[in-house]
């Protein structure tokens, strides 16, 4: 496996840049028979079909950031660990957030759901900032992280249980445990060659290390780009908005932590503690506060945010 990696790096830049195109498709392709999978072996045993939109759902779409970050970790290369999940997050909330507004219209969210999810979605951020302030996060600081998440799992299964309903699944199990691994597999080898040929070309580009990790966490967008417009597709503008909220609560807090927890911690540079994440807290803080103040997100406020993300990855080019 090292030696097909290492292989990767050998041909010329055209090929490489169609294996990231592959790789990419492949993150998105293995999400989605994770997804598909554990859905139906949840619904096999009865499992109710909220807890696996808040759980396999939510944390089946942020699979390729959890394994970019439990790869970038044990290559020792936290900086594209940690640019992976604030590249993701940022382009989440700003351009495809706004992408699904020009496309599909305006987006509402109600100020009860706000008041959980947004703030959520700012805290993390707060939160990944605080810890990160000492040019560090330790695996008990990872652990923080993961432990901060399952907490909000558990209040939003205890808030909606009134709400839990039960469907069984009469797909094969042997199907939905092919699907599975065959995802798992899938996504892994993806992330695998997706880093090598992305640190290869950054570096002979002589980008740092966080901006590459920024640059892969489009790509790792994906599933929820998606997710997103698939959403649209079927006229759930509110599943769309949700989608992208959920994201950045995961991908923060456990996609980061688990990997973080894997490499025994990672190391936190001044390029993304002080420029790319306040860029992402603006982006979201903005966002959230547009939906509080005026009950949805309009065109107009999504040109910004594309003005605001395309105007941030050219400042940090500069």
Same mark, same amino acid.
């Given at each position: 496996?090292?030696? !097909?990696?290492h292989?990767?790096?050998?041909?010329?830049?055209?090929?490489?840049?169609?294996?990231?195109?592959?790789?990419i498709?492949? !993150?998105w392709?293995?999400? #989605?028979?994770?997804?598909? =999978?554990?859905?139906?072996?949840? &619904?096999?045993?009865?499992i109710?079909?909220?807890?696996?939109?808040l759980?396999?759902?939510?944390?089946?779409?942020?699979?390729?950031?959890?394994?970019?970050?439990?790869?970038?970790?044990?290559?020792?290369?936290d #900086?594209?660990?940690?640019?992976? $999940?604030?590249?993701?997050?940022?382009?989440?909330?700003?351009?495809?957030?706004?992408?699904?507004?020009?496309?599909?219209?305006?987006?509402?969210?109600?100020?009860e759901?706000?008041? &959980?999810?947004?703030t959520?979605?700012?805290?993390? $951020?707060?939160?990944?900032?605080?810890? =990160?302030? #000492?040019?560090?996060?330790g695996?008990? %600081?990872?652990l923080?992280?993961?432990?901060?998440?399952m907490?909000?799992?558990?209040y939003?299964?205890?808030a909606?249980?009134?709400?839990w309903?039960?469907?069984k699944?009469?797909?094969?199990?042997? !199907?939905?445990?092919?699907?599975?691994s065959?995802?798992?597999?899938?996504?892994?080898?993806?992330?695998?060659?997706?880093?090598?040929?992305?640190?290869?070309?950054?570096? %002979?580009?002589?980008?740092?290390?966080?901006?590459?990790?920024l640059?892969?966490?489009?790509?790792?967008?994906?599933p %929820?780009?998606?997710?997103?417009?698939?959403?649209?597709?079927?006229?759930?503008?509110?599943?769309?908005l949700?989608n !992208?909220?959920?994201?950045?609560?995961?991908d923060?807090?456990?996609?980061? =932590?688990i990997?973080?927890?894997?490499?025994g911690?990672?190391?936190?540079s001044?390029?993304?503690?002080?420029?790319?994440?306040?860029?992402?807290f603006?982006?979201?803080?903005s966002?959230?506060?547009?939906?509080?103040?005026?009950?949805?997100?309009?065109?107009?406020?999504?040109?910004?945010?594309?003005?605001?993300?395309l105007?941030?990855?050219?400042?940090?080019?500069?």
């Amino acid at each position: 496996m090292a030696d !097909l990696l290492h292989s990767l790096i050998l041909l010329p830049y055209p090929a490489q840049a169609l294996v990231a195109v592959m790789a990419i498709a492949g !993150l998105w392709f293995g999400s #989605d028979k994770v997804i598909w =999978g554990v859905k139906r072996i949840a &619904r096999k045993f009865g499992i109710s079909e909220l807890i696996i939109g808040l759980t396999i759902v939510s944390i089946g779409s942020s699979l390729p950031e959890i394994f970019v970050n439990i790869s970038a970790g044990l290559r020792g290369v936290d #900086d594209i660990g940690v640019g992976n $999940i604030v590249g993701s997050c940022f382009v989440q909330i700003s351009f495809i957030l706004a992408l699904c507004v020009l496309v599909g219209g305006p987006m509402s969210s109600k100020q009860e759901k706000l008041k &959980r999810d947004g703030t959520m979605v700012v805290g993390s $951020i707060v939160l990944l900032f605080l810890l =990160g302030m #000492d040019g560090s996060i330790g695996t008990g %600081e990872a652990l923080l992280l993961v432990l901060t998440y399952m907490s909000y799992i558990y209040y939003l299964l205890i808030a909606n249980r009134k709400k839990w309903s039960v469907t069984k699944s009469v797909s094969p199990m042997t !199907l939905n445990i092919l699907a599975f691994s065959f995802g798992v597999a899938l996504v892994w080898i993806s992330a695998e060659a997706l880093l090598t040929v992305g640190i290869h070309a950054g570096r %002979e580009f002589g980008l740092n290390e966080g901006l590459i990790g920024l640059l892969s966490g489009i790509g790792t967008s994906i599933p %929820e780009l998606s997710i997103s417009m698939m959403a649209l597709l079927r006229k759930s503008n509110g599943i769309s908005l949700g989608n !992208l909220l959920g994201s950045n609560i995961t991908d923060p807090l456990f996609s980061l =932590g688990i990997g973080a927890v894997l490499a025994g911690g990672y190391q936190v540079s001044d390029f993304l503690l002080w420029q790319a994440i306040p860029m992402w807290f603006v982006a979201s803080g903005s966002s959230m506060l547009m939906l509080w103040f005026f009950g949805k997100i309009d065109r107009k406020f999504a040109l910004l945010l594309i003005t605001f993300y395309l105007g941030s990855f050219v400042l940090f080019l500069s």
